[in-house]
């Protein structure tokens, strides 16, 4: 009998909550496993962070945020609220724990455990959407152009020297390029930076939303189905899940999939796991029109900022800010970020009119160790976890729904998921 069969020969349910990236990804694979499957979502699909990313799907993104040497770095944290990384005074005690469990992360033999759990998942990023993209009708969304990070001089370069270790032994390709034949591959880019490193496997889209509601619109046309609710909890018999409480009343249900982004936590709970989650609030600001217009994604190392070239404009998106789900957005982050891409693309403007400037604030799910959470949830096997992918939750999308597939059929992942397990923390 085929896993997605129940015991009358009925087709099992799935319930995939949340309609984010992870969350259509696992729903569309799901389907095509010959699950009936339906994504319960409060909101839009693709409004949160599949909205405001970056965009890439980058294979090379094996490098945790955590590394050793961070401890130095929290007094600044502390201190420069438009950093690169910042977190809000108010907030500290509520993130304390999390950024205790964060730099015991950043040891070297951690981190390259990290680094090799995040290859396995990251890998061919491009490839793994493509069946999808291209059910989809979506191929025009996809590119594959590479992927560029650059640095002020080689000295900056050579302090990074253990993030290319970790991506070299994980079988990232890339080239060094430095001066003339920087320029030459990427001639928008300020003669200030010296060094540049192209890597040829990197992918990236140029509408993150519309990627992703193109995916739910295949997902529907072939038999899916998509329910506005906010889902409050489980209702179990025994060690089985029978369904779903929500907002707008009971969903039936045999299976389910927690794939909410940062407001997955309360669910994980709610099935007596206890995971340190939290959430890095991203800022993006989009310039239309721009008189600098890089052919591909390019990440300021300096900055910690990747721009990108997108249908609506070039997107510059990027840093952390730790300040919970509640806290108003900082605008000032956003706006600095057109600051930074002006030090990194000389020929845009100091200045623009509103009605060229977009800016966003969105809210990443972060683990402390830099690993999303994999894996079926303490009290029944009915209920696999998907969230917490942090800075790679677009590269990891469609590798994550394949992986939640396997779970849910009852077949061998496809990938190793040890280092993904909700109980990693006790």
Request: net charge neutral.
């Amino acid at each position: 009998m085929s896993e997605a069969r129940g015991a009358a020969g009925s087709r099992t349910h799935v319930a995939v909550i949340g309609g984010g990236v992870i969350g259509v990804c696992s729903a569309s694979w799901l389907l095509r496993e010959g699950f009936a499957v339906t994504i319960v979502e409060p909101g839009e699909i693709a409004g949160g962070s599949s909205f405001g990313n970056a965009g890439c799907f980058n294979p090379s993104s094996v490098v945790p945020m955590s590394m050793p040497g961070n401890l130095a770095k929290v007094p600044g944290w502390l201190l420069d609220p438009l950093g690169p990384l910042s977190i809000r005074w108010p907030y500290l005690p509520s993130i304390a724990p999390w950024l205790l469990r964060f730099l015991q992360a950043g040891s070297r033999e951690r981190v390259e455990k990290q680094a090799a759990a995040l290859a396995g998942l990251l890998r061919d990023s491009p490839g793994a959407y493509r069946p999808l993209v291209e059910n989809a009708g979506a191929l025009d969304l996809l590119r594959r152009d590479g992927h560029l990070m650059v640095y002020p001089t080689r000295a900056d370069f050579e302090a990074d020297a253990f993030a290319w270790q970790l991506r070299e032994s994980n079988g990232i390709e890339y080239t060094v390029l430095e001066r003339d034949a920087l320029w030459q591959l990427e001639p928008t880019v300020s003669r200030d930076y010296q060094l540049g490193v192209f890597l040829p496997g990197n992918g990236h889209t140029v509408n993150p939303q519309r990627l992703v509601n193109a995916l739910a619109d295949a997902f529907l046309r072939d038999g899916g189905q998509i329910k506005r609710a906010r889902v409050e909890g489980f209702d179990l018999a025994g060690d089985r899940l029978s369904g779903l409480r929500t907002d707008a009343g009971f969903l039936a249900a045999d299976r389910a999939v927690v794939a909410a982004g940062a407001y997955s936590k309360q669910f994980a709970k709610q099935l007596g796991d206890s995971v340190p989650l939290d959430t890095e609030r991203g800022y993006h600001i989009i310039v239309s029109s721009p008189e600098a217009r890089p052919r591909l994604p390019i990440m300021d190392t300096s900055g910690k900022f990747v721009a990108t070239p997108m249908e609506t404009g070039l997107r510059l998106a990027g840093t952390v800010e730790f300040a919970g789900l509640e806290a108003a957005p900082d605008w000032r982050r956003a706006r600095n970020l057109l600051k930074l891409g002006k030090r990194l693309f000389p020929s845009l403007s100091e200045t623009y009119p509103e009605d060229r400037l977009s800016v966003w604030m969105g809210f990443r799910p972060s683990m402390p160790d830099s690993l999303p959470v994999i894996g079926y949830s303490r009290r029944v096997r009915d209920v696999v976890y998907a969230f917490g992918h942090g800075h790679v939750g677009m590269a990891a999308g469609a590798t994550t729904g394949h992986l939640v597939t396997d779970l849910i059929a009852g077949k061998p992942p496809r990938v190793p998921i040890e280092a993904f397990s909700p109980r990693r923390f006790g």
